[in-house]
C-alpha cells in the first residue's frame, strides 16, 4: 500500500486547500456542541452512579470519547493549550470506567467460551471494586468536573477551516502509513482510535472539509478491529479464544488493506 495515494485523493504532500466558502468555525458553534457533549456525559456517569446500569456506563464513555476528539482536533499543532489541562479531571474518570469495561468484556467473552468459574468469579469481583471505585470518584470529583467544562469553554477559540483541512489530510495520511508494512497488527488498535476521532468529529466538521469521509467503510473497518482487540485482550486470560483471535486480525487487516483507497474521496 502506497501512503501517496491518500495524498492524491486529498491533495499534495505540503497540502493547499481549495477554495473556503467561509474563513472560520465559529467559537459559539464550538461552545455549544462541546458544552452538549460534556453534559451528556456527565448524565451518563450520575445515571450510573445512581442505578449502576452498563447502559449508562456506556454512554458516559462514548461521549467522553467524542469529547477527547474534538480536543484533539482543537489541539493539534498547539504548543501552548489548556485545554487538555481542563479536560484531565474527566479523563480521570473515563480511565476508571475502562477498568469495570474491561472486566465486563472478559465476563461476556468467557461466559460464552464456558470460561472456568474461578475466572469469572474473579471477573465480577474486579468490576464490582472498580464500579465501587468509580462511584467514590465520581461523588467527589463531580463539582470538579463541572467546573473543569466552565474552564475549557472559556478557552475555546475560533477554528480556522484550514486548519481543520490540514488535521483530517495529516490523519488519513498518517492512518496510511500506519496500516502498510510490517507490524500493522500492532498498530490497529491507536488507528481504530484516530478512525473514530475522525468519524466522531466529522458530524461537527464536515461542511468545513474538501474530502468525503467514507462512513459506511469506516465504520465497518473500526468495527472489526474493535473485535479484534477485544478477544485479543480475552484471549490473554482465555487460550480458547487464541484462534478466533487470529481469525478476526486477519479479516481487519484484510479491510485496512483497501484504507488508501476507500477512506476518502475528493469533494
Given at each position: ?18 477554495p473556503l466558502q467561509h474563513n472560520e468555525m465559529k467559537r459559539k458553534k464550538l461552545e455549544h456542541y462541546l458544552d452538549k457533549e460534556w453534559q451528556l456525559a456527565i448524565n451518563g ?19 467522553v470519547k467524542k469529547i477527547k476528539a474534538l480536543i484533539q482536533l482543537l489541539t493539534y499543532k498547539r504548543k501552548k493549550s489548556r ?185
Amino acid at each position: 500500500m502506497n501512503a501517496a495515494r491518500i495524498q492524491q485523493k486529498t491533495g499534495s504532500s505540503c497540502y493547499q486547500p481549495g477554495p473556503l466558502q467561509h474563513n472560520e468555525m465559529k467559537r459559539k458553534k464550538l461552545e455549544h456542541y462541546l458544552d452538549k457533549e460534556w453534559q451528556l456525559a456527565i448524565n451518563g456517569l450520575e445515571s450510573f452512579v445512581r442505578e449502576g446500569k452498563g447502559k449508562a456506563l456506556h454512554r458516559f464513555r462514548v461521549q467522553v470519547k467524542k469529547i477527547k476528539a474534538l480536543i484533539q482536533l482543537l489541539t493539534y499543532k498547539r504548543k501552548k493549550s489548556r485545554i487538555k489541562k481542563a479536560f484531565k479531571p474527566l479523563r480521570c474518570l473515563f480511565q476508571q470506567a475502562g477498568k469495570i469495561r474491561d472486566a465486563q468484556l472478559l465476563l461476556d467473552l468467557g461466559g460464552a467460551h464456558h470460561a472456568a468459574g474461578t475466572l469469572l468469579h474473579e471477573q465480577k469481583q474486579a468490576m464490582a471494586a472498580a464500579a465501587h471505585d468509580l462511584r467514590s470518584k465520581a461523588k467527589t470529583s463531580l463539582r470538579q468536573v463541572k467546573k473543569s467544562r466552565c474552564k475549557l469553554l472559556r478557552q475555546l477559540t475560533k477554528m480556522h477551516q484550514h486548519r481543520i483541512r490540514i488535521f483530517y489530510q495529516d490523519q488519513l495520511r498518517i492512518i496510511t502509513e500506519e496500516l502498510s508494512g510490517k507490524g500493522a497488527a500492532g498498530r490497529l488498535h491507536n488507528c481504530r482510535k484516530q478512525i473514530k476521532a475522525l468519524l466522531y468529529n466529522d458530524k461537527l466538521v464536515h461542511k468545513a472539509l474538501d474530502v468525503r469521509l467514507n462512513r459506511p467503510y469506516l465504520k465497518t473497518l473500526e468495527k472489526a478491529i474493535g473485535s479484534w482487540h477485544d478477544h485479543q485482550l480475552v484471549a490473554r486470560r482465555l487460550p480458547a479464544l487464541k484462534a478466533r483471535s487470529r481469525g478476526l486480525l486477519k479479516h481487519a487487516l484484510l479491510l485496512s488493506a483497501a484504507f488508501a483507497d476507500r477512506a476518502a474521496t475528493k469533494r
